[in-house]
């Protein structure tokens, strides 16, 4: 709602105390925020998109590196939580894009499609 509405500011802020101090376990710090690993998963995803989204619009080469490293962090720190989910692979994807790594980008994307296609509930079972 908060991104949507222009208010990014407040978006980020509101998702980087949610992420704050739980590390990798979600359970440990900030429990009433998360009913599960998959939303805190999406939530460091939704933020790692939105500070590769200002790395689009920075100008200064200091500040672009540091939304690179954080994004790059929070896709770290989600992978570390769950290895290959599909909105990890397509974080990795975007992030190599905007790091103009198109091999890198174009090997996530056949990961995620892989694993969508092989992962029993997808409901994309057989399109290969």
Known sequence: MYYRTGRTDAFQM???EAL???GIDF???????????????KAMNAL???QL?????????????????LGFKL?????RTSRFAPDNLVSMCFYNIAKGNLKEAFINC???????KDAPDSGLKGLA
């Open 20 to 22: 704050k101090d739980g």
């Open 110 to 116: 056949k990961t995620c499609e892989q694993y969508l």
């Open 75 to 79: 896709i770290e720190d989600a992978n």
């Open 27 to 41: 359970r440990i710090v900030n429990k009433h925020l998360f009913d599960n690993e998959k939303q805190r998963i």
């Open 14 to 16: 509101i998702l980087s």
């Open 53 to 69: 989204n200002l790395v689009e619009n920075e100008s200064d080469p200091d500040r672009r590196r540091q939304h690179f490293e």
């Open 48 to 50: 790692a998109g939105h």
